[in-house]
């Protein structure tokens, strides 16, 4: 029916807990909804298209005729991370959660690190990525140590200022970290380089060069059936690290959400067949994990305000999906992620009945949908919305 669909992740933009939520500590979560609370700002384009519909959010109105397809989706998946999310949004099910490290990395992991690469450790603990590098940087200057770190999210995190270690070598070390945990024994789900610059403390800054190593997929997902039977899927952002380049045919690489929605913008000029799929992964690493309600609230407004250059270019080949991968509730304790619903917002540039279509039960119904729209041949648990969006 479309020739081209569009799907934008924004990355833990969460809008309620999840029926399970108890399981992960999360009761009572809200991303959007104790954003908007703590920062009122209003959001009147995704209000059309039906935000506000899905639930009851500040400066977010309810629309009686919305100009796009509005529901919830709930995950399945025994997970609340990045890789969980995407992967089942392309069509898998995660049944074992991934490993986390609250405790740190064992000593023989790292010592193992210290051999390949003949650099020292500090840090190795839960940590915003900010304030470890406040508190170890001077100390990496001095020493060219690494920087390891982790969060409540399965991955393994190496800070290291770009102007003692080479970006290249910053990733060198990650190729070689990686390949050390996809051991059962030290299983991670990311490695992640995150290269900084600055001279001293209160100085530090991350730089744009984070670099995500992920496993591949556990099983064959929508993006793989899409590309064996030739159609185009073009990764936006860290799209293609989360799937390692998995079912990939293109890969446009973003440095924050601003220029995620302008290479966006240059992707739907293309005369393509296929999917273009977009992380915007501000709300999440910028603001969600440093619980800056302020902040997330700022770059939902951002994005509003840029939508409709979105929705403007969308012909009757077009199809926009607007989603999340999980919360991240920037007023909730901790760090983490948090076990959320997810909305789920979809647009044409068709004339079509606009309105309210049936909860999801899984992610996977986008990739139930992607498969049917494209007539290609996939299995997945999930159940294809397309005939309700007409």
Not at 75 to 86: A, F, I, N, Q, R
Not at 121 to 129: L, M, T
């Amino acid at each position: 029916m479309y020739k081209k669909i569009h799907l934008i992740v924004l990355d833990s933009v969460g809008i309620g807990e999840a029926p399970d939520a108890e399981e992960f500590g999360d009761v009572g979560t809200h991303t959007l909804k104790h954003t908007l609370e703590a920062h009122p700002n209003t959001l009147p384009n995704l209000a059309k298209l039906g935000l506000g519909n899905i639930d009851k959010l500040p400066g977010v109105d309810e629309t009686e005729n919305t100009t796009g397809f509005y529901t919830k989706m709930q995950e399945v998946s025994k997970g609340k991370d990045t890789m969980t999310g995407h992967w089942e949004i392309a069509g898998l099910n995660i049944d074992t959660a991934f490993k986390v490290y609250p405790d740190g990395f064992s000593d023989e992991l790292l010592n193992k690190i210290t051999e390949a690469t003949g650099r020292g450790i500090v840090g190795n603990k839960p940590a915003s990525g900010t304030d470890i590098i406040e508190e170890f940087g001077e100390h990496q200057m001095e020493t060219g140590d690494l920087i390891i770190y982790t969060s409540n999210d399965p991955v393994l995190q190496i800070a290291a200022n770009e102007e003692v270690i080479p970006l290249e070598e910053i990733y060198e070390i990650c190729e070689k970290v990686r390949e050390m945990t996809k051991d059962p024994e030290f299983l991670v789900g990311r490695v992640i380089a995150r290269p900084f610059v600055g001279s001293k403390k209160g100085e530090f800054k991350r730089t744009e060069n984070r670099h995500d190593y992920a496993l591949q997929p556990f099983g064959k997902t929508v993006l793989n059936a899409l590309k064996e039977d030739d159609k185009d899927v073009i990764a936006i952002g860290k799209i293609n690290d989360i799937f390692t380049g998995s079912g990939v045919t293109d890969s446009v690489r973003t440095k924050n959400n601003d220029d995620g929605v302008d290479k966006l913008l240059e992707v739907m000029d293309r005369d393509f067949n296929g999917l273009s799929f977009l992380n915007l992964v501000d709300f999440d690493a910028e603001y969600g994990h440093r619980r800056d309600p302020v902040g997330y609230s700022n770059a939902l407004k951002a994005f509003d305000d840029r939508l409709p250059e979105i929705t403007g270019k969308l012909t009757e080949d077009d199809l926009l999906i607007i989603t999340a991968d999980h919360g991240n509730d920037p007023t909730y304790t901790g760090t983490d992620h948090t076990r959320e619903y997810v909305p789920l917002l979809i647009t044409t540039g068709k004339d079509l009945e606009f309105g309210k279509i049936d909860q999801c039960a899984t992610f996977s119904n986008i990739a139930a949908t992607l498969a049917e729209n494209f007539g290609v041949e996939y299995d997945t648990h999930g159940t294809s919305f397309l005939k309700e969006i007409k």
